[in-house]
């Protein structure tokens, strides 16, 4: 059973920085593609960044320029570089990782951005 966890979110003024990570556990294989996503308050989750075993790399468009994913060396780790947050990047962070067609969920990490 493939476990996703997530770390890093937390308070921030708007401007500011954050790291997020995300691990995946429980499995010999390498992850096929991972993923960030979030979900605010009142609105549908939505993809914020992917990247693939391939490292082929898709953003959403709010967050081009200023959010970087990226995997680590052990291709079942990602970390996504979040910087000049603004107040609409608040939101639940989750990460998703995809093997074999089945995709599992980590359980979310607050993000809030506020002065």
């Known amino acids: 059973q493939v476990q996703v966890v997530e770390s890093g979110g937390g308070l921030v003024q708007p401007g500011g920085s954050l790291r997020l990570s995300c691990a995946a556990s429980?499995?010999?294989?390498?992850?096929?593609?991972m993923g960030w996503y979030r979900q605010a308050p009142g609105k549908q989750r939505e993809l914020v960044a992917g990247?693939?075993?391939?490292?082929?790399?898709n953003y959403e468009d709010s967050v081009k320029g200023r959010f970087t994913i990226s995997r680590g060396n052990g291709k079942n780790t990602v970390y996504l570089q979040m910087n000049s947050l603004k107040a609409e990047d608040t939101a639940v962070y989750y990460c998703?990782?995809?093997?074999?067609?089945?995709?599992?969920w980590g359980q979310g990490t607050q993000v809030t951005v506020s002065s």
């Open positions: 429980g499995t010999i294989f390498s992850i096929n593609t």
């Open positions: 990247i693939t075993s391939g490292d082929s790399i």
């Open positions: 998703k990782a995809e093997l074999f067609g089945r995709a599992y």
